[in-house]
T-cell receptor, first 112, second 114 residues
Framework: GAGVSQSPRYKVAKRGQDVALRCDPI?????LFWYQQALGQGPEFLTY????????KSGLPSDRFFAERPEGSVSTLKIQRTQQEDSAVYLC??????????FGPGTRLTVT | GENVEQHPSTLSVQEGDSAVIKCTYS??????FPWYKQELGKRPQLIID?????GEKKDQRIAVTLNKTAKHFSLHITETQPEDSAVYFC?????????????FGKGTHLIIQP
């Protein structure tokens, strides 16, 4: 079946612009996670949804970062007033029962 | 919160030899330990995982061991092949109904020398 998909795959934003990154999880997966991966580093947890409920947002680096999953399926990660340190790959993962997490291809965000 | 340490950062082995990557974790509440393989520019791919109720799991050339007392777990790859070259990440979390996000190690760049 179809895996996790993300769009856009690449995004270039000028400093100060707002961006929205989309994640389509595997159908039927209850849990959805967002991670940020800087170049040469491991992914770092940002936030977690179970269905439409955001159960953990402890990893969001600032109040400029906001995530939603209004119908318990597709999720959007929004970054307001982007800054250069926001440049990274943003990965989405989904899970059926809270164990195995399957990752999407990521969105590479470059802030100029 | 959880902290995961991973060693070595780079590992070079001859084709056909074995490779071992080691990780330690800090939070005794963690009960799920997956390993991911990531090729350059690609998504992390789950290759094997282990839950805290078992000590070892094997899948063909790949095995993972877990020592809960010492809070460490290891990835073993036997009969290495060129396609095993990649960055490998260990991770830890509380899985299942009380799931939380994965905490990753910094990664091991595995190089298979022909």
């Amino acid at each position: 079946g179809a895996g996790v998909s993300q769009s856009p795959r690449y995004k270039v934003a000028k400093r100060g612009q707002d961006v929205a990154l989309r994640c389509d999880p595997i159908s039927g997966h209850v849990s959805l996670f967002w991670y940020q991966q800087a170049l040469g580093q491991g992914p770092e947890f940002l936030t977690y949804f179970q269905n439409e409920a955001q159960l953990d947002k402890s990893g969001l680096p600032s109040d400029r970062f906001f995530a939603e999953r209004p119908e318990g399926s597709v999720s959007t990660l929004k970054i307001q007033r982007t800054q250069q340190e926001d440049s990274a790959v943003y990965l989405c993962a989904s899970s059926f029962a809270g164990y195995e997490q399957y990752f999407g291809p990521g969105t590479r965000l470059t802030v100029t | 919160g959880e902290n995961v340490e991973q060693h070595p950062s780079t590992l070079s082995v001859q084709e056909g030899d074995s490779a071992v990557i080691k990780c330690t974790y800090s939070d005794s509440a963690s009960n799920y330990f997956p390993w991911y393989k990531q090729e350059l520019g690609k998504r992390p791919q789950l290759i094997i995982d282990i839950r805290s109720n078992v000590g070892e799991k094997k899948d063909q050339r790949i095995a993972v061991t877990l020592n809960k007392t010492a809070k460490h777990f290891s990835l073993h790859i036997t009969e290495t092949q060129p396609e095993d070259s990649a960055v490998y990440f260990c991770a830890a979390s509380q899985g299942g109904g009380g799931a939380d996000g994965l905490t990753f190690g910094k990664g091991t760049h595995l190089i298979i020398q022909p």
